[in-house]
């Protein structure tokens, strides 16, 4: 992938359970400003306050999960595979025992919004607008486009085990996600702030993707990826995949993505 510049607002795309900053690219490596994997908030050392607005939460415009469907279900589940850990939370200096993601997947567009970007939706993560496909690929990208216009408002149920992955996985409900969130923010928590940081232990962040979308044979796919680890640690990218020598691999397609 290759990075450039977006208009989106830090606190707007974390907000939204996606991601802050802006970019044209494959995951750029975590910010100078980012705290190592073993911060510890102390009194020579504290936390950022973390105001309400930073930590996800439901839209209560989004639609209910439904269950994955079975004709998408394989490789769906060997994409998301594929791509845990997700973007910097892949790089050597964070934890790696176990990996935290999301039980249902995130919608970019509200069900009272169409899936065509609409001028001054700020919504540029919306692939129209956020891949750019190679010239002799556009027709694919079409029926890529096509699948997501027809599913953009879907959010999907996840099961761990239907995960292939050699690091332990949990799905996190929202619930969970907001208190991994807090337990990683709040200086002042005390004990049980301790037993929620244990109860996490070895997780570099947490990870969200959206549904998987195909091109007509399913050789194709698209899908929006965003990390977590702390702070203004955050990162939203599409990453594109093709079926080659059986098994799916990313493709450098030029894609937005937002990070910090």
Same mark, same amino acid.
Request: overall charge negative; aromatic content about 8%; glycine content about 6%.
């Given at each position: ?15 939204? +359970? ?21 911060? &510890? ?24 999960? /439904?269950?994955?469907?079975? %004709? ?11 791509? @845990? ?11 790696? %025992? ?9 919608? =970019? &567009? ?13 919504? %540029? @993560? ?15 990208? $079409?029926?890529? =486009? ?20 050699? /690091?332990?996985?949990?799905? =996190? ?22 037993? @929620?940081? $244990? ?25 929006? $990826?965003? %990390? ?17 020598? +059986? ?14």
């Amino acid at each position: 992938m290759t990075l450039r510049p977006t208009r989106s607002a830090s606190l707007r795309a974390l907000a939204l +359970g996606l991601s802050i900053g802006s970019v044209f690219v494959a995951p750029p490596a975590p910010a100078q400003s980012t705290p190592p994997p073993d911060f &510890v908030p102390g009194p020579s050392n504290p936390a950022p306050p973390y105001p309400a607005e930073m930590i996800p939460s439901p839209d209560s415009r989004q639609l209910p999960p /439904v269950p994955m469907p079975q %004709d998408r279900a394989a490789d769906s589940y060997r994409i998301y595979s594929v791509l @845990m850990p997700v973007g910097q939370l892949a790089e050597p200096n964070w934890p790696r %025992d176990l990996w935290l993601l999301s039980d249902t997947t995130v919608a =970019l &567009v509200s069900p009272d919004q169409s899936c065509l970007p609409q001028e001054g939706d700020g919504n %540029d @993560m919306n692939p129209h607008l956020a891949i750019d496909p190679p010239a002799d690929r556009r027709q694919d990208f $079409a029926e890529l =486009l096509a699948d997501f216009d027809n599913r953009c408002h879907e959010r999907l149920h996840l099961t761990p085990e239907s995960f292939t992955l050699v /690091v332990p996985l949990r799905l =996190l409900n929202q619930d969970e996600q907001d208190e991994f969130i807090r337990s990683r923010f709040d200086p002042n928590a005390g004990l049980d702030g301790d037993i @929620m940081t $244990a109860h996490y232990k070895g997780a570099p962040g947490l990870s969200r993707f959206s549904e998987i979308y195909f091109n007509s044979h399913h050789t194709l796919a698209m899908v929006f $990826a965003n %990390d977590w680890c702390g702070g203004l640690c955050a990162q939203s990218y599409w990453q594109v995949l093709e079926f080659q020598d +059986g098994a799916w691999k990313r493709l450098a397609w030029r894609t937005v993505a937002e990070g910090s």
